[in-house]
T-cell receptor, first 114, second 114 residues
Framework: AQTVTQSQPEMSVQEAETVTLSCTYD???????LFWYKQPPSRQMILVIR??????QNATENRFSVNFQKAAKSFSLKISDSQLGDTAMYFC???????????FGPGTSLSVIP | KAGVTQTPRYLIKTRGQQVTLSCSPI?????VSWYQQTPGQGLQFLFE???????NKGNFPGRFSGRQFSNSRSEMNVSTLELGDSALYLC?????????????FGPGTRLLVL
């Protein structure tokens, strides 16, 4: 069974600094999808970024980028120029196929300090 | 387009009662997934419905059930409520097409079992 691990329960970063959130996963599949979701204190979960395993290029979305290391089964999220609005719980997630369920990691609580 | 809506937003029940939660997906989305979120267990997948059929199922007891209607609206039912069922219940819809796995979450229903 696939598992997703986030080893950092809590992190903090100064405003305007860069922070990296870690995620590792376990799968025997060669093609799959990975995601980072953000859940702010208001509780509405939103997608931050997605990566398809067959694409070697790391995905980027404005200040958010990932470091996808397929062989190491690692999928870290880098947030540049951190803003107060980035304060949230961040979940790493895995999906085997487009018809499969999405498996979430335990989350990392990120606090951006002014 | 309107986002995913969930009703009710808050609910208080007593042990032994049953409860029904409702989720209306984004127009055009045929997949609806349900998650239970608790501080101790994180985000746990309950089930997913696609075109009125259960497509995926998590590891929850039979007290948790769901259904989906022809308009893609989904309901989740929990019978014989237990204290441990207190949680935030999130539903998410996802479109078919070229962005597999991208889920759009509702605001959640917070259930308190006394």
């Amino acid at each position: 069974a696939q598992t997703v691990t986030q080893s950092q329960p809590e992190m903090s970063v100064q405003e305007a600094e860069t922070v990296t959130l870690s995620c590792t996963y376990d799968t025997s599949e060669s093609n799959y999808y990975l995601f980072w979701y953000k859940q702010p204190p208001s509780r509405q979960m939103i997608l931050v970024i997605r990566q398809e395993a067959y694409k070697q290029q790391n995905a980027t979305e404005n200040r958010f980028s990932v470091n996808f290391q397929k062989a190491a089964k690692s999928f870290s999220l880098k947030i540049s120029d951190s803003q107060l609005g980035d304060t949230a719980m961040y979940f790493c997630a895995f999906m085997k196929t487009s018809y499969d369920k999405v498996i979430f990691g335990p989350g990392t609580s990120l606090s951006v300090i002014p | 387009k309107a986002g995913v809506t969930q009703t009710p937003r808050y609910l208080i029940k007593t042990r032994g009662q049953q409860v029904t939660l409702s989720c209306s997906p984004i127009s055009g989305h045929r997949s609806v997934s349900w998650y239970q979120q608790t501080p101790g267990q994180g985000l746990q997948f309950l089930f997913e419905y696609f075109s009125e059929t259960q497509r995926n199922k998590g590891n929850f007891p039979g007290r948790f059930s769901g259904r989906q209607f022809s308009n893609s609206r989904s309901e989740m039912n929990v019978s014989t409520l237990e204290l441990g069922d207190s949680a935030l219940y999130l539903c998410a819809s996802r479109p078919s097409g070229n962005t597999p796995g991208t889920q759009y979450f509702g605001p959640g229903t917070r259930l308190l079992v006394l």
